[in-house]
């Protein structure tokens, strides 16, 4: 089935509206988790479109199109493997001008995990990224949105 670029549009629009709701946009939740982005209350109508999971060889070409087309930027959180099995294709995300974010090596819920583990994923993630790109990200979404304090 093909998707006209308007429902593509509609349909990253949806998702960037999701993810405010699931994610990062800019508050500190409380004292503990200071860190943890999840809303934004002051007088500016903004919000920030992100992708999980990628780069992906077809996925994320249809996205670039589609926010090429309307000039908007994105956050694209990767995946560790991913950076390496699909080079081009991040090199095109940030070609393009996009943000990065680390979201983890394997995708491996994080929650509960030793801090060994939590390591190993988010640098082995940096390390594919700053061996290819020569770049480090400066945010990280656990999958599936899920941490606990070792994280």
């Known amino acids: 089935m093909k998707l ?9 629009v949806f998702i960037g509206f999701l993810t405010i ?3 990062l946009i800019t508050n500190y939740a409380n004292a ?5 982005f999840k ?3 002051n007088d500016q ?3 920030a479109l992100t992708f999980d999971d990628g780069p992906h060889p077809r996925k994320t070409k249809r996205i670039l199109d ?4 309307y000039n908007v930027h994105a956050t694209f959180f990767v995946i560790g493997v991913n950076v390496q099995n699909y080079p081009n294709v991040l090199e095109s995300v940030i070609e393009k001008g996009h943000e990065l974010g680390n979201h983890t090596f394997s995708h491996q819920i994080l929650k509960s995990a030793s801090v060994s583990k939590i390591k190993n994923e988010i640098s082995d ?3 594919a990224l700053y ?15 899920l941490y606990d304090s070792n994280l």
């Open 4 to 12: 006209g670029i308007s429902k593509i549009a509609k349909t990253l």
């Open 21 to 23: 709701f699931s994610a």
């Open 32 to 36: 503990e988790n200071r860190y943890v």
């Open 39 to 41: 809303s934004n209350s």
């Open 45 to 47: 109508m903004k919000i």
């Open 66 to 69: 589609v926010l090429d087309k």
């Open 125 to 127: 993630t940096e390390d």
């Open 131 to 145: 061996d290819r790109y020569s770049l480090r990200t400066n945010l990280l979404r656990p999958p599936c949105g």
